[in-house]
């Protein structure tokens, strides 16, 4: 039964299990997590989320990006989740198609403060329930996300509440009754993409996880096979109950492949992105035709045609086409402005981008083909899942921070974050 492998997994891995390349993976997320929360405080989302959860106060427990004021553990979560996946800039699981971080890590942060725990702690923590959320997402299966569930508020509960647990010291039975708590909680809906709700739905599954552990902590009873059960999550949001969701469980750790996003958009469209980088860039006025060949999934997902809006131009192939091509930096937050998708020679080259889905390549691949008037070709292929080193990864997600954040920002957080210090020191750090 998955929620008891789940649950043992939770309990008995500790430091040592862990490898090197993991932990400093981890750190990565977390600095890439950070920096996208702390540039998304300004955004509307966040300070609706804040505004709301400053004006019911509440026991001063842990920070939220953007505001010195302390909140309760479960709003705090609830406001970083939303924040941090505001600019939809975070990182991203291709397992299970979701985003772990922004689920987990404010879950994590927000119980570390609460319970005067250690960067070190909550590191452990948000690791095995990124790790928690991705298994889940796999052992859903993909039927669950082309139904409409959005993985990063749903399979992502079960990670934050993962993590919670963690960090609570539970047991294998409080932890499953913590999983089947949180399975009648979880929550998050594809239809919500393009608006406020999207990152919403990660500050849902933050919130979901922490108020679940805090109320078996409480001795909460629940039907610790919720996840699993006859009338259980996955039977009733198109589970498909995909064995190998557990397939080397404490011993390969699906999180070694998360996708860092180095361009400001929604993921599906950055195969496509990094294609068009490995070409040389032709003048738009020599393009006859763009053809970009990608998974099907991702027509229902990023394939919006004539974006009116920014936010429409972060799920749009034909929109980021043209703006690489015309050298509009799509890693920049303020290239995806209502006025872009307005601007004439912008609105005359996406009209050349033609989409197709083409089954046989993989939801991190794609295809781009460029007919020049000549009747030269330009052709280009990229896979999100080629080797990245570890060292390349960590210059990229720097450079990354320091454009979101500036780089002393960056250097502090990072100098946090390879340092047990007190959460409650990383938590004043992202606040501030």
Same mark, same amino acid.
């Given at each position: 039964m998955i929620t008891q492998s789940?649950?043992?997994?939770?309990?008995?891995?500790?430091?040592?299990?862990?490898?090197?390349?993991?932990?400093?993976?981890?750190?990565?997320s977390m600095l890439d997590w950070a920096a996208c929360g702390i540039a998304g405080a300004p955004e509307p989302v966040a300070e609706i989320t804040r505004g709301m959860a400053l004006s019911e106060e509440g026991i001063d427990e842990a920070h939220v990006f953007g505001c010195a004021q302390s909140l309760p553990a479960r709003v705090a979560a609830l406001v970083n989740g939303t924040t941090s996946h505001a600019l939809d800039y975070d990182d991203t699981h291709f397992a299970h198609i979701g985003h772990p971080s922004v689920a987990v890590f404010p879950a994590a942060l927000a119980v570390a403060e609460q319970r005067h725990l250690t960067v070190a702690d909550l590191q452990m923590a948000a690791l095995i329930g990124i790790e928690t959320s991705i298994r889940v997402g796999v052992w859903l299966g993909r039927d669950h996300y082309q139904t409409?569930?959005?993985?990063?508020?749903?399979?992502?509960?079960? +990670?934050a509440a993962a993590a919670v647990a963690k960090l609570l010291g539970f047991d294998a039975q409080k932890t499953?009754?913590? =999983?089947?708590?949180?399975?009648?909680?979880?929550? +998050? =809906?594809? &239809?919500?993409?393009?608006?406020m709700g999207k990152p919403y739905n990660a500050g849902l599954a933050a919130s979901n996880g922490v108020e679940a552990a805090l109320l078996v902590e409480r001795g909460f009873v629940s039907n610790p096979l919720g996840l699993e /059960?006859?009338?259980?999550? +996955?039977?009733?949001?198109?589970?498909?109950?995909?064995?190998?969701?557990?397939?080397?469980l404490g011993q390969t750790w699906l999180f070694d492949d998360i996708s860092h996003k180095f361009h400001a958009c929604c993921h599906g469209l950055? /195969?496509?992105?990094?294609? =068009?980088?490995?070409?040389?860039?032709?003048?738009?006025?020599? #393009?006859?035709?763009? @053809?970009?060949?990608?998974?099907?999934?991702?027509?229902? #997902?990023?394939?919006?045609?004539?974006?009116?809006?920014?936010?429409?131009?972060?799920? &749009?192939?034909?929109m980021v086409t043209a703006m690489a091509l015309l050298g509009h930096p799509t890693s920049a937050l303020e290239s995806y402005s209502d006025a872009l998708c307005k601007e004439p020679e912008i609105v005359a080259l996406r009209g050349k981008v033609q989409v197709c889905a083409n089954a046989d390549l993989s939801e991190t691949e794609a295809r781009v083909k460029i007919t020049l008037l000549d +009747? &030269?070709?330009?052709?280009?292929?990229?896979?999100?899942?080629?080797?990245?080193?570890? @060292?390349?990864r960590e210059a990229r997600l720097k450079t990354k921070a320091s454009a979101l954040i500036g780089g002393y920002r960056?250097?502090? =957080?990072?100098?946090?974050?390879?340092?047990?210090?007190? /959460?409650?020191?990383?938590?004043?750090?992202?606040?501030?």
């Open positions: 789940l649950s043992e997994f939770i309990v008995k891995t500790d430091a040592n299990d862990i490898p090197d390349a993991t932990r400093q993976m981890l750190r990565l409409g569930f959005h993985q990063t508020g749903t399979a992502g509960a079960f +990670g499953a009754m913590t =999983l089947g708590l949180v399975a009648t909680r979880a929550s +998050g =809906l594809k &239809s919500q993409f393009g608006t /059960a006859a009338q259980g999550f +996955g039977a009733t949001h198109a589970g498909q109950n995909r064995v190998r969701g557990l397939e080397g950055h /195969a496509t992105l990094e294609a =068009l980088a490995g070409m040389n860039r032709p003048a738009a006025r020599d #393009v006859e035709k763009v @053809e970009i060949q990608t998974h099907p999934r991702w027509i229902t #997902v990023c394939n919006q045609l004539n974006p009116e809006t920014g936010l429409g131009a972060k799920f &749009s192939y034909r +009747g &030269s070709i330009l052709a280009a292929s990229h896979d999100l899942n080629a080797p990245m080193t570890l @060292e390349d960056t250097k502090d =957080l990072w100098a946090l974050i390879i340092s047990d210090v007190s /959460a409650q020191s990383l938590g004043h750090a992202i606040a501030s």
